[in-house]
């Protein structure tokens, strides 16, 4: 898709480089005659990072541009309910990180937006257009919640926003047209739960919510409020604010009287608030209005109750890691990546009936290849040690979308990038036919076991005076999806040397399976299912998984390599993966899980940082649509 250079020109105000900071744009503009004719009104819009946009004072769109600075996106939204023919004022406020993190790449920030109608310009961002400092958010601020999220904020009720004065324009720019639309935002929902406690105020949603702080109430004098937000309560009954570094906040300074406001930047999750004020609040309304993006879904009425509690839960867990891209879940961090969005695109395929936001996830990813040919950690993100193993993935979730859409010319978008990942992984196949676990800066990360050498397995340090490790995970990847980059791309990569090598070096006389690596006689679930999707193993290996054999267990985002193993066996195992999913969703929705944890320790694992809304853990949509009796009622 070929990127169109935009009506108007990139406008700022003062340093572009600036850290956290916002300005606000404010032009005019007639519809006329054109008001008469049923014409739509079309904003298009892109920035670098945060709008929203305004017509006569109504919000029309807001939106994360998560993009790069070598592939920039806009947005095009129908204005036409929002305008009148004589005089409309169009305003946007723009919110710059300008700093990197695993949600945002760093550029310089701007401004660049047309206004168009039948053909014509109305408006276009150029030096006409006023410009000013947003002085109610706290410039310059950068607190940090979490190093994925980037930055929280301050607003001051209190402050006064001075005059407009001319934008600083700084040169044309193109970009590309996100054809998935934009998220939208619920109307307030009903009135949270809120009770009085020691330091402040417990807001319970009763479930997992997703959006934007919003507020409105009555305060006899200025003080400041500080909002906390998570997915659990302390044992003391508070939020947990803190945590390794971390801090789960936003600060409102009040005014004395009425204060409704509404934060259309940042998006906060998790089930309760904990709102700590110096004087007590006469509350309104307190809560988050949900944001989410418009799907035209797919319903499923399944025979078990059971499992059609398991099928709704995931499918609103997927629900609430969706928005500009998927993100692995909406309280910790809200970053993409490839391994966790191939389990969310396979649920997509049976949940929503249109695969545009699929296809935009792929391009996007396409875009953060790196110099080295691997892809990035996160799309987009500004850091520097990617998984090796997410890259392979990411050629696997392109076949499966052709498969499952038909749709061929995404290849022209993404066809170089599949070529160059594949070029790497074949560069690094050593005289034994084995690829090398990967040195410093890469993380050889597979899933999120304990006592395993496929789980969080840094290569922070040079690997040059090492033993060099040949793990089953990595190299079964790779011949796995070196069978589907052959199919995509029309290339008869041989792995039939790879397959013995790894059969001779890591198989296990009266296992029936394989050892993690040329370094551990230990074995997982993960990687002799990848051992029989890669055509290793064999049925002996399957009914060596079904058993367990001490092997480390596979983690709740990795069932799905589990699954498929089975499945290649037809039926045999179409009970046992049912029942599978039964045994261990059910513990959750016990637990009073209303979306789906991370791992099965939810919120105790990582240190108490366990997300308890994780995209991957949605899988069980795709099995279940499958595999279990069910019928689409809408």
Known sequence: MSAELLQGTKIWLGDVNAVDSYVDFKGVFSMGEKGKRGKKVLLRISCDSNYSAYINGKLVGFAQCADYPHYRNYDEIDVTGFCRKDKNVFTATVWHYGVDSQTYVNADAYLLFDIVCDGETLLKSDKTIGARLNARYLNGYAKTITPQLGISFLYNANEKCGGFESSEEHGFGEAHKRERGICKMKARGAKAEVKKTKGGYLVD???????????????????????????????????????AGRDFSAEYVAKKGENRYVNTFRRIAGRYLFVETENPIDWGYIGVREVYYPIDEIRRKFADPLLQKIYDVSVYTVRCCMHEHYEDCPWREQAFYAMDSRNQMLCNYYTYKKTIYQRENLVLMSKGLREDGLLSLCFPAGVDYPIPFFSLAYIMQTYEYVKYTGDKTLLDETGETLD????????????????????????????????????????????DHLPKVYDLTLNCMFIYAAKMYNELRGKNIETDGMKKAVRETLYVPGKDAFRLSNLSEKMSVLGNSLAVLAGVGDEKTVDAIVRGDGMIPVTLSMNAFKYDSLLLFGDKYKQYIIDDIKTKYKKMLDDGATTFWETELGADDFGGAGSLCHGWSAIPIYYLSVLAENKIVG
């Open 205 to 243: 949603f009763k479930k997992e919510t997703v959006g934007f702080l919003s507020f409105d109430f009555k305060s006899e004098t200025e003080q400041k409020i500080t909002v906390s937000y998570g997915e659990r309560l302390l044992p003391d009954g508070n939020v947990q604010r803190f945590l």
């Open 420 to 463: 160059k990942i594949m070029s790497v992984f074949l560069s690094r196949i050593d005289d034994n036919w084995l690829i090398a676990q990967l040195p410093a800066p890469y993380w050889n990360f597979y899933e999120w076991a304990e006592d395993s050498a496929n789980a969080d397995q840094l290569s922070k340090a040079p690997r």
